[in-house]
């Protein structure tokens, strides 16, 4: 039989059987521990009868920190107020995405708190480099339905910041409390994370979502420097346009993408926030040597 890993207890796995949506509680076979080969949330997996788990089968996608296999879209949230929009932590999570080759949603959440009316801009950016937008206000129900239909026979992992919503916009789609929102810091406006468990909910048959621990930082380290640029979308048809080979479009004069946003077709904001990211991996691979 094969099966989904949903959830990791103490030394206990529970699956979901892909034929008919039963659930079962397994155990690794000795052979896997001796391999030091662990499964992991999202996991397919091969199990017998006796509920023991016979082979991981290869991984699709895998993310290290926190720990998930074979996602196929990440939902970013961010929110209006409460915590504030974070588009650094955003471009990261999308460039992460985008090397991951998995499908991207942003959510835009507590749009009822948006007074100064900053998330139209936000919507604006990121639906013109061509990613999915969707308003949402969570509380209210607002975009539930929109955000269900985009979640669809995929394998999803909500990510943002504590206290942006993603467990009440998990809790909506259920329509029942699953996992319980963290509360906001009033000292710094940042979320205190409330989900320390990675879990996959089953919406419907091959459609699940997993809630994954709130974070304060989001480090992509996988990326290099150098290969950034691939991940900022947008850029593409510009870099042709750069004078120099191997550009880094920081410090040369003659840069297509600099070239680019003076002509408004790439935004100056997220070009900075490029800038950004890449001085930070840059720093990074400087560290390991």
């Not at 949903?6 to 076979?29: D, F, M, Q, T, V």
């Not at 720990?67 to 209006?80: D, R, Y």
């Not at 029942?176 to 089953?202: A, D, V």
């Not at 974070?215 to 593409?236: D, G, M, N, Q, V």
Request: charged residues 35%.
């Amino acid at each position: 039989m094969q099966g989904v890993i949903i959830e990791i207890g103490s030394n206990l796995y529970k699956a979901i059987n892909k034929e008919n949506g039963e659930k079962y509680n397994l155990i690794p076979r000795g052979k896997l521990k001796k391999e030091e080969t662990t499964p992991i949330v999202g996991d397919n997996v091969e199990f017998n009868e006796q509920g023991t788990i016979e082979k991981i089968l290869p991984r699709k996608v895998y993310i290290k920190r926190p720990k998930l296999a074979n996602i196929t879209q990440m939902i970013l949230v961010v929110s209006s107020k409460d915590p504030k929009p974070d588009l650094l932590l955003l471009d990261k999570q999308i460039a992460f995405a985008e090397y991951l080759k998995v499908k991207i949603v942003i959510v835009l959440n507590k749009i009822d708190l948006d007074k100064k009316k900053q998330m139209e801009k936000i919507k604006e950016t990121y639906e013109k480099i061509g990613y999915k937008v969707i308003e949402t206000q969570a509380k209210e129900k607002k975009g539930i339905e929109e955000l269900k239909q985009a979640l669809s026979k995929n394998i999803n992992a909500f990510s943002g910041n504590s206290g942006v919503g993603k467990s009440t916009l998990i809790n909506g789609i259920f329509k029942e409390e699953l996992t319980k929102e963290g509360e906001i810091s009033q000292k710094n406006k940042r979320g205190k994370n409330t989900t320390t468990t990675i879990k996959l909910y089953e919406i419907e048959k091959d459609t699940y979502i997993a809630d994954t621990p709130g974070f304060a930082t989001f480090e992509i380290s996988e990326i290099e420097s150098k290969e950034l640029e691939k991940y900022f979308i947008e850029f593409k048809p510009y870099i042709q346009n750069c004078e120099f080979i191997g550009c880094t479009h920081i410090k040369e004069e003659k840069c297509g993408i600099k070239k680019a946003i003076e002509e408004g077709k790439i935004s100056p904001e997220r070009y900075e926030r490029f800038c950004k990211i890449y001085e930070q991996l840059k720093e990074k691979e400087k560290r390991k040597w």
